[in-house]
């Protein structure tokens, strides 16, 4: 039981703002059954629970108790002996929240920096397989990379993302959130060219979501090749100008600035230029 005290200092200590410390005690028997005598023992340790015939562990604050557990090695106990070590527990109890509270009356005011954080956010149930990816790579990248210590997902889409740095845990959070973001016509994104058709550029707006800019809608002026236009690993604004029934993106360069072709004259300068990535 010296755990549940322990464990009480330590979370107060973290800044973890538990409502009120909590103690606990274990509580022995030693019995004759042919006489019905007794003798209980408080505050037991391994010979007296060993040889003894119970061990009553009763843990709880100066409200109430949080928690019992038993175990008897003879057939039962009576109402008497089970009051009479309620009573002994709830004693043993307040003198070590005594002690406790000399030490540490309260939860401190500020979370400790080293404490754990666990953070809770809601994504839509049909969105969990998005977030955990295929065989579950996309979810231990997300811990791998934000360096956060778990990511529990429930089947309501409850997210907990567990992490010692609140700085790890806000990036994880807003990886999950930008893999669940349902994008709308006519937001602005800046994105990274990831791959170049004939036809046009695709280009991640958001991790795991890309979108197709088409060879038309990268420039005011009639292009030959994408290629005049953007390089894989440009990182480039875009616009979404329309998502079809399947829930594919297009995108477009040319409504975010104009821009001249690559390669007419090289005193020409480009109004856009985009970053390499």
């Not at 003894?52 to 949080?66: H, L, W, Y």
């Not at 006519?186 to 280009?203: H, L, N, P, W």
């Amino acid at each position: 039981m010296a755990s549940v005290s322990s464990s009480s200092l330590a979370l107060m200590d973290a800044g973890v703002p538990i409502k009120r410390p909590a103690g606990g005690i274990a509580i022995g028997l030693m019995s004759n059954e042919l006489t019905g005598q007794y003798k209980l023992l408080t505050d037991i340790q391994g010979p007296e629970e060993h040889y003894g015939d119970m061990d009553f562990k009763v843990a709880g604050t100066r409200k109430g108790i949080t928690a019992i557990q038993m175990d008897v090695k003879i057939k039962g106990i009576t109402k008497e002996i089970l009051k009479e070590a309620l009573e002994r527990g709830k004693r043993a109890r307040e003198q070590i929240l005594n002690e406790i509270e000399k030490v540490l009356a309260k939860p401190r005011p500020q979370l400790s920096p080293w404490a754990p954080r666990v953070y809770t956010i809601q994504i839509k149930p049909e969105k969990i397989r998005e977030v955990i990816g295929p065989g579950g790579r996309i979810i231990h990248e997300i811990i791998e990379k934000c360096n956060v210590s778990s990511i529990d997902i429930e089947e309501t889409g409850r997210v907990y993302v567990t992490a010692e740095k609140e700085e790890s845990a806000k990036k994880a959070i807003e990886w999950i959130k930008n893999i669940t973001k349902e994008i709308k016509v006519g937001e602005v994104f800046q994105g990274t060219v990831k791959r170049i058709a004939d036809f046009g550029a695709f280009v991640e707006i958001l991790p795991g979501q890309e979108g197709l800019i088409h060879i038309s809608q990268l420039s005011p002026q009639r292009i030959r090749r994408v290629e005049d236009v953007v390089k894989v690993g440009d990182v480039i604004p875009v616009k979404v100008i329309s998502i079809d029934e399947q829930g594919r993106i297009n995108l477009s360069l040319k409504e975010i600035k104009k821009i001249t072709p690559y390669g007419r004259k090289r005193k020409e300068k480009r109004i856009f230029k985009p970053r390499r990535g």
